[in-house]
């Protein structure tokens, strides 16, 4: 089994910053592709950034500038820091990877989700 959990959210002021974690734990062979995705009330999860196991990234139009995800390997982590925060960031984050298990299958997981709260 896979574990990931998220940390690093809570309540900001419009214009502030928050740099958010997930780690990774469990049978784990190799961590692909990671992501961290976001939802707010009464609309669909949505991407906000990914990056590779090499390190290329995506940001999505909403967040570009302002966001950046990046990843320690060696940890098992990637983060997300998020600057410029606008009451529209508000919403539950969600942190997925594809795994690759040590009995060589590659599936999907994600985090429990944390908490982004940005006050105008």
């Known amino acids: 089994q896979v574990q990931l959990v998220e940390s690093g959210g809570g309540l900001v002021q419009a214009g502030g910053s928050l740099r958010l974690s997930c780690v990774a734990s469990?049978?784990?062979?190799?961590?692909?592709?990671m992501g961290w995705y976001r939802q707010s009330p009464g609309k669909q999860r949505e991407l906000v950034a990914a990056?590779?196991?090499?390190?290329?990234?995506n940001h999505t139009d909403p967040v570009k500038g302002r966001f950046a995800i990046s990843r320690d390997n060696a940890k098992n982590t990637v983060y997300l820091q998020m600057n410029s925060l606008k009451p529209e960031d508000t919403a539950v984050y969600y942190c997925?990877?594809?795994?690759?298990?040590?009995?060589?299958?590659?599936?999907?997981?994600w985090g429990q989700g944390t908490q982004v709260t940005v006050s105008s």
């Open positions: 997925r990877a594809v795994v690759t298990t040590v009995n060589s299958v590659a599936r999907d997981y």
């Open positions: 990056i590779t196991s090499g390190g290329l990234t």
């Open positions: 469990g049978s784990i062979f190799r961590l692909n592709t």
